[in-house]
């Protein structure tokens, strides 16, 4: 819906020039028009603001003490068994847990938390 009836039928100078369309679109969106799955109310008649207050800083996750714990390198990367992968940027700093893969013999998986993210196959030839 934002993208049919705001980005696709103008073009935007400045990024202050694309915040204000955006933000009249929002108003409208959430204020002004019913909408059909809300029997025809609007989403701001429903919504709450949630009870729980965001923490200032995310506990990092624990991992278990069999995991091979590595810290995510500024450029979302890490090494291991000498080889070089790419994670994400978004990862920087973060740790992540990697753990021989329980279905396939040579593999290890890194997981962030609960999240596999990547998996390094022992048995492929280096790049």
């Not at 819906?1 to 204000?20: C, G, I, N, P, W």
């Not at 753990?99 to 998986?109: A, L, M, T, W, Y």
Request: hydrophobic share 40%; glycine share 4%; charged share 30%.
């Amino acid at each position: 819906t934002l993208k049919a009836e705001v980005l696709d039928r103008q073009a935007f100078s400045t990024h202050e020039h694309m915040q204000q369309a955006l933000d009249r679109w929002r108003h409208v969106y959430n204020v002004e028009r019913p909408h059909e799955a809300l029997g025809m109310a609007t989403p701001i008649t429903r919504y709450a603001c949630s009870l729980r207050t965001m923490p200032d800083r995310l506990p990092e996750p624990d991992y278990d003490s069999r995991d091979e714990v590595l810290r995510v390198n500024a450029s979302g990367v890490v090494r291991l068994r000498g080889q070089r992968l790419k994670l994400s940027i978004a990862l920087k700093g973060l740790p992540v847990a990697a753990r021989p893969s329980e279905n396939e013999d040579g593999v290890i998986e890194l997981w962030f938390a609960h999240q596999r993210v990547a998996r390094l196959d022992l048995k492929a030839p280096k790049p």
